[in-house]
């Protein structure tokens, strides 16, 4: 695999939010005539502007976004406030760690996060992330443990009625994701969080999907011993939780690389590497946003050398599920 060398900083929302502008084009089977013949003449944004934006050369969305007619292109990608709020607050942060001297980089705040994010990872053709802490990747966990842990987390009211009430969605073309997106259903924070979640969702999907398909594309996890010992959901959910972990290495594409608490490594809990287009990205993730940085991640590489290699991973993974792996760490 060829890798070029890193994007700039300042590219980096602009490559992220024009993948964003890409899929919601595409997702409706739209060209860029149509959204071009719909923008006004005040946005004089042409043609190849606009390519050159959706290819993450930044010539229109974060200009517009500043200026104040970012409603008018969201219209012209048949969207509504709910996007060009969101583009902006992107925007916005864009600007402000300049201003803070802190220009490279991009800390994604906007409430389209997660969907920016999922449409990068499912198009890389290199994934390579950590999994620390107490909680495992949407894409790791089992169905139960995901239900139990998505019903602890603290949730705001609704205003749209009970919780747990369909956000509904626009009729016509477009994915799910994009239908509400566009229809300016992310009302509150409940509506976003529950959204969210079918972020998080289409994640797995894409995710399953990567890792069981003939000439699966690379992707890599390495995980916590740590994590082996934390019975999070409690001790069946545990086991069972090892028990597909264990089956994903064995039966798929996945390489699962353990990294022992012995070499007194800081394994962050969800610290991604893609690779998009013959570039590197390195992505944080948490609960309320992504923060992307340009480049290769030298921390990921030491955490990769020193990581068991797949069939002792999933050794420790077998006896972890069965309840035989000892809790006072291993060697290498």
Do not use: K
Not at 227 to 249: D, F, N, P
């Amino acid at each position: 695999m060829i890798i070029r060398l890193p994007s700039p900083p300042a590219a980096l929302a602009d490559r992220v939010l024009g993948a964003h502008l890409r899929h919601l084009r595409e997702c409706q089977g739209e060209p860029l005539t149509t959204v071009s013949g719909r923008l006004p003449a005040r946005l004089r944004a042409t043609l190849g502007d606009l390519a050159a934006t959706e290819a993450g050369h930044g010539t229109v969305l974060r200009p517009a976004s500043v200026t104040g007619v970012g409603p008018a292109l969201a219209r012209a990608y048949g969207a509504g406030q709910v996007a060009a709020d969101d583009w902006r607050a992107c925007a916005q942060e864009c600007e402000r760690r300049a201003a803070a001297g802190f220009p490279d980089g991009f800390d994604d705040p906007g409430p389209g996060w997660a969907h920016r994010y999922q449409i990068l990872e499912e198009h890389a053709s290199g994934l390579l992330f950590t999994v620390g802490g107490w909680f495992l990747p949407v894409p790791l966990l089992t169905d139960r443990l995901e239900e139990v842990l998505w019903s602890r987390r603290p949730r705001a009211p609704s205003r749209r009625g009970r919780e747990g009430v369909p956000l509904g969605a626009l009729s016509g073309t477009g994915c799910a994701l994009c239908q509400v997106y566009r229809g300016d259903l992310l009302t509150d924070h409940a509506a976003l969080a529950w959204w969210q979640r079918d972020a998080h969702r289409a994640r797995v999907r894409a995710f399953a999907a990567r890792i069981r398909t003939p000439n699966a594309l690379a992707t890599t996890v390495l995980l916590d011993e740590a994590v082996l010992h934390r019975r999070t959901g409690g001790q069946e959910l545990h086991a069972e939780q090892m028990a597909y972990l264990a089956a994903l290495a064995a039966t798929t594409s996945l390489r699962i690389r353990v990294v022992p608490m012995a070499t007194g490594m800081r394994v962050p809990i969800e610290h991604v590497g893609l690779v998009v287009d013959g570039d590197v990205l390195t992505v944080g993730l948490s609960d309320w946003g992504a923060s992307y940085r340009a480049g290769p991640d030298p921390w990921l590489a030491g955490l990769e050398e020193h990581s068991l290699d797949e069939d002792a991973s999933l050794d420790l993974l077998r006896r972890a599920a069965g309840g035989t792996l000892r809790a006072e760490g291993i060697g290498r």
